[in-house]
């Protein structure tokens, strides 16, 4: 017993030491730590992988949006609803669009596109050079749907890139946000180590990242989706998202994880019913 005492405080000093070191030193939360992307600055042609699982209507193009050269893939014919899947912090069209087009393709035809700095499109990743295509984005997709309906589905850091596309648009029918947070402060809360207080400071560009503030004047169906398994962005993240946006539906699906959730068929079936709202 005298042992295992003496351990346990021994544990207990070098977390107080661990503490006051974090909360003396603190920690700086950069774009680096928050955008990863995956470049492949050598293809010539653009493509999916795996594409030939997802039928005969897939097209791909390069826009040219303010001073990049954006990589563009639509999926399914031009009929429906189109849909804007924005990606998490570590995927591109080619590694992970046959995924995401996969889920959302049950609900109309997807939209999936490399940010600035990824897969194939041009510039550095950051979140001024998502806000300086935004708008020219957000025209290319209103002239893509040509008066159909505009869903914009954010997963994750998606959630934050879609909600400050939607924010903008002229055309917005339904947003979803998949497995995502409030802010970027919110995220950097979560991810605080054994409740240690933590001295953190931001990169300022991404506070602009706020997902209430950038739909604040938005009055069409909202859904938000939070999984209980999530080992990425816990749970806890979504039910504020959802607290702080009572206008918005919130699921939380206690099996899901980061990634399943929206494949999840309660989460498809939410999906539709919001789309079906008038």
């Not at 596109?113 to 025209?139: K, L, N, T």
Request: net charge negative; aromatic share 8%; charged share 20%.
């Amino acid at each position: 017993m005298r042992a295992f005492l003496i351990v346990l405080n021994v544990l207990i000093l070098v977390a107080l030491g661990l503490a006051a070191i974090l909360f003396v030193r603190g920690v700086h939360i950069d774009e680096n730590v928050v955008f990863l992307p995956v470049q492949r600055p050598d293809r010539v042609e653009l493509a999916i992988r795996g594409e030939g699982t997802l039928g005969d209507h897939v097209q791909h193009k390069r826009a040219l949006l303010g001073n990049e050269t954006i990589a563009i893939t639509t999926v399914g014919p031009d009929v429906g609803p189109l849909i804007v899947s924005c990606f998490g912090n570590a995927s591109d069209r080619y590694a992970h669009g046959v995924d995401y087009a996969n889920k959302i393709a049950p609900f109309g035809q997807v939209l999936v596109w490399d940010y600035p700095g990824y897969g194939d499109s041009s510039g550095a990743a950051g979140v001024v050079a998502i806000e300086d295509v935004a708008d020219e984005f957000v025209a290319l997709v209103e002239d893509r749907a040509a008066g159909r309906p505009i869903i914009y589905w954010g997963h994750s850091l998606g959630g934050f890139v879609c909600s400050n596309l939607a924010g903008r648009a002229t055309q917005v029918d339904a947003v979803i946000l998949e497995t995502t947070a409030q802010s970027i402060r919110s995220v950097a809360k979560a991810w605080t180590p054994m409740g240690i207080p933590i001295r953190v400071t931001f990169n300022e560009d991404l506070l602009r990242f706020d997902i209430p503030d950038a739909l604040a004047n938005l009055d069409r169906p909202i859904l938000i989706i939070g999984a209980g398994r999530d080992r990425v962005l816990p749970v806890e993240l979504a039910r504020e998202l959802a607290e702080a946006m009572p206008q918005a539906t919130y699921l939380e699906l206690p099996q899901a994880t980061h990634f399943s959730a929206g494949f999840d068929p309660k989460a498809q079936a939410a999906v539709a019913k919001l789309l079906a709202r008038p």
